[in-house]
């Protein structure tokens, strides 16, 4: 056999395993649509759940979710990236940042129902917030930090070391060259993970279980410390809770939030695509 | 007083190599002097110094003093800022920083806390015609500074350490990568520049240091082998391997 064809063997193989990968999520995605299109309509975005929830739309599950998202970027992001660039820029290889690195991996193994309860313990009772909007995002917030720091750090390292040497040649302080050079160039990478870690959060049920869900409250909430409904459990509760459910119904849910979720996805990568044109080096 | 005076001066990386070992040194204002010597001999590590770039390189130690203008960079009080705008570097591989060229020229003004439009625009123009850019980029100053050439990024790179109206322009081999006539526009502008500032130059070979030296010392593992005028030292070296090297015996 020639070099040539062992070469054209090879790609052959790759390529038919590479579309193996692909087709589940094809199925899956196409399972949920074919399923639960039926459902999806403009009342079932825009109406609160009726009648036991059998009847009527999604709405109030839909903009929890939505602000359960923006709440764990509001928690999860500064801190993140104030960890990344403490970790990339700052800290060296020492004790603190062995201990923090070995805390980063731990997190990111627990699993999201541990979370959870630590939300109720550490949020909902200790901190007295109640279940709420607030102890919800801190806890959703906790969890996507791993994933986070540890894209942003890789975002940061990736920007080229000469940068730095010429912003500090001009008399820029260490700060003001993460600030004015590091943080630009690294955002693409940043804004990457954190869209990657959003879309992690908005599709858990664990987490929000004790620390925000509503089983059913059909009005929105009013402040940080009330309740909402939010789609992953809204989806746990109508497909396992109520009986007599459509099940156009539970599959238009799920639909819905696998739009949100996939949207996010893309939203990253044209972030990442675009941002990536605009770099010259 | 010389500008720059060096004493005993040892420097240490972290790994334990000993880059620099008893130098002594005296550079005197408004000259071209030229480190040189073959890889490896210390010349940019040298020069890191003068500028306290050297604390880029991590547990890295120093023994000695150096001197701008009689105060010791190393003294706890020094304002490691103000002294790297007023010790300039340019690098052997001009890197420009992302953004247009006025964004460059800028960079170190605005990160010193300058406001002044008028005043930016005036040293930019100015930088520019010493570095003999300006014909080229006054009409483009807006655009991006990664579409110039590898030798107008080099004048750029030279023009934004002038912009600094600094006291002492260090370059570190700033004609590497450039063609005879980029460098030839280079050297040039330094003839003007030395009435100004003053510089201190790894050259790009022992041709160029003798073409633009007034002063030179040659430099061997990290020592400094002889120091001179540069008509006595290209032509009647006084050591041995200062010959060797400038005839080509050895580097």
């Not at chain 1, 630009?184 to 908005?202: D, E, F, K, S, V």
């Not at chain 2, 420009?96 to 964004?103: F, R």
């Not at chain 2, 123009?125 to 080229?136: G, I, K, M, T, V």
């Amino acid at each position: 056999m020639t070099r040539q064809q062992t070469h054209r063997i090879a790609i052959t193989v790759m390529t038919i395993v590479s579309a193996i990968v692909v087709i589940p999520i094809i199925m899956v995605i196409g399972y949920v649509i074919w399923m639960g299109i039926s459902a999806v309509n403009w009342e079932f975005l825009t109406q609160a759940p009726r009648n036991g929830m059998t009847e009527g739309g999604i709405m109030p599950a839909i903009v929890g979710t939505v602000i359960l998202t923006l709440g764990t970027a509001i928690v999860s992001m500064p801190l993140s990236i104030a960890t990344a660039i403490y970790l990339a820029e700052y800290a060296g290889d020492n004790r603190v940042t062995r201990w923090v690195r070995l805390a980063m991996v731990n997190l990111a193994g627990i699993p999201s129902i541990v979370y959870g309860l630590f939300g109720l313990g550490a949020f909902v009772l200790f901190a007295g917030f109640g279940t709420s909007i607030i102890a919800g995002s801190l806890t959703l917030g906790i969890m996507t930090m791993p994933v986070v720091i540890s894209t942003s750090e890789e975002a940061i390292l990736a920007v080229p070391q000469q940068f730095r040497t010429v912003s500090l040649s001009l008399g820029a302080s260490k700060w003001q060259t993460i600030w004015h050079q590091i943080l630009p160039q690294a955002l693409p990478g940043i804004l990457t993970g954190m869209i990657l870690g959003l879309g992690r959060a908005a599709g858990e049920t664990a987490p929000i279980l004790f620390t925000v869900a509503a089983f059913y409250l059909p009005q929105l909430p009013q402040s940080i410390f009330d309740q909402t409904m939010a789609l992953p459990y809204h989806l746990y509760v109508i497909a396992t809770q109520v009986p007599g459910m459509p099940v156009s119904i539970q599959y238009g849910t799920a639909l819905v939030l696998l739009g949100f979720v996939l949207s996010l996805t893309l939203i990253a990568s044209l972030v990442r695509t675009f941002m990536r044109r605009q770099r010259e080096w | 007083m010389d500008i720059i005076a060096v004493k005993n001066l040892y420097f240490t990386y972290a790994d334990g190599g000993e880059a620099l070992r008893n130098i002594n040194l005296a550079i005197p204002r408004n000259q071209i002097f030229v480190l040189f010597g073959p890889s490896r001999a210390g010349k940019s590590t040298l020069m890191r110094l003068f500028n306290r770039l050297s604390d880029l390189s991590e547990n890295a130690t120093h023994q000695g003093n150096v001197l701008i203008d009689g105060n010791d960079v190393f003294e706890p009080g020094t304002d490691v800022y103000d002294l790297r705008r007023r010790i300039s570097m340019v690098f052997a591989v001009p890197t420009p920083l992302p953004g247009s060229i006025y964004d460059n020229l800028t960079y170190g003004l605005r990160m010193s806390g300058m406001r002044d439009r008028a005043e930016m625009n005036r040293r930019v123009e100015r930088s520019l015609q010493q570095a003999a850019l300006w014909d080229e980029v006054k009409d483009r100053l807006k655009t991006s500074a990664f579409a110039l050439s590898g030798g107008q990024k080099q004048r750029l790179c030279l023009a934004r350490s002038l912009a600094l109206e600094p006291d002492v322009i260090l370059l570190d081999n700033p004609t590497s990568g450039l063609d005879p006539l980029s460098t030839a526009t280079v050297e040039e502008s330094l003839y003007e520049l030395k009435r100004r500032y003053t510089i201190v130059m790894v050259p790009h070979s022992v041709q160029q240091a003798a073409r633009v030296a007034d002063q030179a010392a040659f430099m061997l593992d990290g020592e400094v082998i002889e120091v001179d005028s540069a008509d006595k030292l290209f032509i009647h070296p006084k050591s041995k391997r200062t010959e060797d090297y400038i005839t080509g015996r050895f580097g």
